[in-house]
């Protein structure tokens, strides 16, 4: 999928995908300037894997400590919520909240 930088407000790209106008985190598009074009891709699993030797356990605590980290959840002093779906409802609340 495609989607154009229509800006940048301090961490958070302002980014248009068919029509919509999305934030994401700037660290996304590190290298891209305001009204570039960026593709994003998906990769398979299998793909995306570094290590395919590697301990699923570890794989999972490594991807929930970015997810903490890419949004800001691991700067608090709370203990650590190892279901995701409760870290993007406390992520979408803060947001309302603002």
């Not at 961490?11 to 985190?25: F, H, Q, R, S, T």
């Amino acid at each position: 999928m495609k989607v154009i930088i229509d800006r940048f407000e301090g961490n958070i790209a302002v980014v248009e995908l068919n029509g919509e106008m999305l934030n994401a985190p700037r660290a996304l598009f590190s290298e891209a300037q305001e009204g570039d074009t960026v593709e994003l891709t998906v990769l398979p699993r299998r793909t995306a894997q570094s290590d395919p030797d590697a301990d699923p356990a570890e794989q999972a605590e490594q991807l929930r400590v970015a997810t903490r980290r890419l949004f800001g959840l691991d700067q608090k002093e709370e203990q650590p919520d190892d279901d995701p779906a409760a870290m993007f409802k406390k992520l979408r609340n803060k947001k309302k909240k603002k």
